[in-house]
């Protein structure tokens, strides 16, 4: 009787995990431009330098005048008090705002007022490229 000796093939098959990597990469960066925010407003055109808005607080104005900090509606009246608690929780950061084009020009500069009395005073008006 011959005794046969066996190797053990120690390597993985790595070919169906760079698969499953490369769907979800692709599968994100799909999906990654539908999560930026999730209320509808038509923003005006403009010719700007494009700036990283997730870098600060974004306050969002829809054409029924209803407003947003992030994804949270709140009132007019409540805009200080929000970014005050805000501004206390974390670092430094800058507000840009989100007006729908339809807006009146004062309902926009009423949040800019309540956002410089809540002590900040680096705001930006978001626009589409136009």
């Keep these: ?15 169906t995990m760079v698969d499953l990597v490369f769907l979800i990469l ?6 990654a431009p539908a999560m930026q925010s ?5 923003l005006p055109k403009a010719q700007a330098r494009e700036v990283d808005v997730e870098s600060g607080i974004v306050i969002s104005m829809t054409s029924d005048g209803k407003i947003f900090v992030g994804d949270l509606e ?7 008090d929000a970014l ?5 929780a974390g670092r430094e950061r800058p ?12 309902r926009v500069l009423d949040v800019i007022a309540h956002v410089k009395t809540a002590g900040i005073y680096n705001v930006g008006l978001v626009t589409d490229r136009g």
């Design 1 to 15: 009787m011959s005794r046969f000796r066996y190797n053990v093939l120690a390597d993985m098959n790595t070919t």
């Design 26 to 31: 692709i599968m994100y960066m799909i999906a």
């Design 38 to 42: 999730g209320i509808e407003v038509q």
């Design 74 to 80: 709140i009132q007019p009246g409540k805009i200080e």
């Design 84 to 88: 005050t608690r805000i501004r206390q």
């Design 95 to 106: 507000v840009f705002i989100r007006a729908d084009q339809n807006l009146a020009y004062g």
